[in-house]
């Protein structure tokens, strides 16, 4: 069984590497790939409810394939954002949401900003997966992800790109907070130093770390190659945690 825990999907061909989700399904098939978590493509016009839409549309008519998280964007503003929220949990389904620090430009741990909607989240017992990364190592770092494992104990939080999408990864913080706060799950997409994924695997456990493409900001054939390769000398099980068990047992369920 293999999960994608990282995939953008967007309602219509906006620009030239947008999927939707009929392209999603090709895309996994071709691939092998049994089930896909997707979110919105977050687009620089910064809406989220049109993608939300299409997901849950997708999760309707793939169910056994599509397992939709919706998009959250703050800087739509508290009620706005509250409102989708709402609409994701109770028209589509979701059971998770995917808030980005670095595109819509906020400080993630910010009490004042985002932890009404982080509180809603830990309430309504839905996972909250944040983008981490060098591309904005104030707004996002790991360390602030810690913060909000350590303030909301009972949220399950999957750490996006585990302080990578790009080079030099902020990976050794990453998993330093994995060690600390046991509800963040690192998701090892956009991971470029790739003894982070195996040093990860050896410190918290094969049970806390998922696979991710990023998909169609990388291709899905080449993340499952590298994937291969790096989890080569791990045991079966261990391949199988990383690569779809954990996303579907232990942070999903
Ligand atoms: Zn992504």
Redesign the pocket.
Known sequence: MIVDA?V?VSASKRGSIDITIEDLIRLMDKNKVDKAICWPMLTYTRQVSEDNKAIGEGMKTYPDRIIGFGGLNPRLGPKETLNELKKCVEKYGFKGFKMNGARDNYVIDDKSFTYPIIEKLSEEGVVLALHSGVNDPGGTHPWRIGNIAKDFPKLKILM?HMGGAGVPGLHDAAIKMGEEYPNIFLLG?EVFQFRAITEAIKKLGADRVCYGS?AP?SPMKVTLAIYGAVLEDFSEEEKKSVMGENILHKVLN
């Open positions: 990282d953008h996006v997409s990023d900001f």
